[in-house]
């Protein structure tokens, strides 16, 4: 019997979606791209988002992708690094082993807050046989 494999994506934890708007740097208000400038002064390819009231800064640094989201006045709200699985903390590895065997990670993201909170958003996808 002809097996077939269906994946299905599944996000674990909340993620709000908003339109995004790409901008060049000169349309970002002053306040956002100083303090940006400030906090990543080595970053030149940076491709900047409108999102809601908000700016995001898209950027690489040593082959890892970072988005960090600004508030019109120039403060930064949160900092959110790709991360694979193994970068995932041991407790939340050990939560989706026992609770989620047949599941590939698709999606991990570290999220660093203004306060330094830190949170972590992993989107997996699951397979099923289907015979």
């Not at 906090?39 to 800064?57: D, F, L, M, V």
């Not at 995932?88 to 990670?105: F, S």
């Not at 306060?115 to 397979?127: G, P, R």
């Amino acid at each position: 019997m002809k097996k077939i494999y269906i994946l299905l994506s599944c996000l674990v934890g909340i993620i709000p979606i908003q339109a995004q708007q790409t901008l060049p740097r000169e349309e970002v208000p002053a306040a956002v791209v100083n303090e940006f400038d400030k906090e990543h002064p080595s970053e030149k390819e940076i491709r900047w988002e409108k999102k809601g009231e908000n700016y995001a800064a898209n950027f690489e640094d040593k082959d890892l992708r970072y988005s960090a989201l600004y508030s019109s006045a120039g403060t930064m709200l949160y900092l959110t690094a790709k991360i694979t699985e193994n970068e995932l903390p041991m407790g939340i590895r050990a939560y989706l082993n026992k609770n989620y065997p047949d599941r590939i990670i698709a999606d991990g993201k570290k999220i660093t807050f203004a306060d330094e909170a830190i949170s972590y958003s992993v989107e997996i996808d699951w397979i099923f046989l289907i015979n």
